[in-house]
T-cell receptor, first 112, second 110 residues
Framework: DGGITQSPKYLFRKEGQNVTLSCEQN?????MYWYRQDPGQGLRLIYY???????QKGDIAEGYSVSREKKESFPLTVTSAQKNPTAFYLC???????????FGQGTRLTVV | AQSVTQLDSHVSVSEGTPVLLRCNYS??????LFWYVQHPNKGLQLLLK??????LVKGINGFEAEFKKSETSFHLTKPSAHMSDAAEYFC????????FGSGTKLNVKP
């Protein structure tokens, strides 16, 4: 089945630790995105990548980092510099940068 | 500047009655418009999209939306609500990047 796979579904982190969220797609899409979702705030763009080995900051990139070494993979690292990391994180991809996005099932990160 | 406004944060209907979720947008150009649905703790699923073809767009699960340029609106409708429609709905415009509305939570009463 083609699609976007995010793992893990639930993740717990101690304060001060970095953690990496996985996002893999087998849709052969060029563009990939990371969003953060908080209650009542809709989706906010963290980082996006339009092509392998290239990525740009979104609206709330501080405290996050990404890599795009392979077309199918776009992992997100939540660093200890992110002050309020507890949230629902959604990965998405689109065939080209200006086409509709398809979403993974999300990872809920909780800092304990 | 581009923006999306979902006019209702919560909508409650009875099963079998019509659904109307309102969306207005602001854009200097003609954007692509989408409606997505999100069930609790799930990702977003594409319901329908408008990309400058027919102004009345039909989507999955009986939903449809009408693009009205004069009113800068893209309201989502369904003739008869089903319990399984209870979810959060997002109106999205695409113009170089995605702009998300803040979401409308639909409650369906038995």
């Amino acid at each position: 089945d083609g699609g976007i796979t995010q793992s893990p579904k639930y993740l717990f982190r101690k304060e001060g630790q970095n953690v990496t969220l996985s996002c893999e797609q087998n849709l052969n899409h060029d563009a990939m995105y990371w969003y953060r979702q908080d209650p009542g705030q809709g989706l906010r763009l963290i980082y996006y990548s339009q092509i392998v080995n290239d990525f740009q900051k979104g609206d709330i990139a501080e405290g996050y980092s990404v890599s795009r070494e392979k077309k199918e993979s776009f992992p997100l690292t939540v660093t200890s510099a992110q002050k309020n990391p507890t949230a629902f994180y959604l990965c998405a991809s689109s065939l080209k940068p200006n086409t509709e996005a398809f979403f993974g099932q999300g990872t809920r990160l909780t800092v304990v | 500047a581009q923006s999306v406004t979902q006019l209702d944060s919560h909508v409650s209907v009875s099963e079998g009655t019509p659904v109307l979720l309102r969306c207005n947008y602001s854009s200097s150009y003609s954007p692509s418009l989408f409606w997505y649905v999100q069930h609790p703790n799930k990702g977003l699923q594409l319901l329908l999209k408008y990309t400058s073809a027919a102004t009345l767009v039909k989507g999955i699960n009986g939903f449809e939306a009408e693009f009205k340029k004069s009113e800068t609106s893209f309201h989502l409708t369904k003739p008869s609500a089903h319990m399984s429609d209870a979810a959060e709905y997002f109106c999205v415009i695409l113009f170089n990047k995605f702009y998300f509305g803040s979401g409308t939570k639909l409650n369906v009463k038995p």
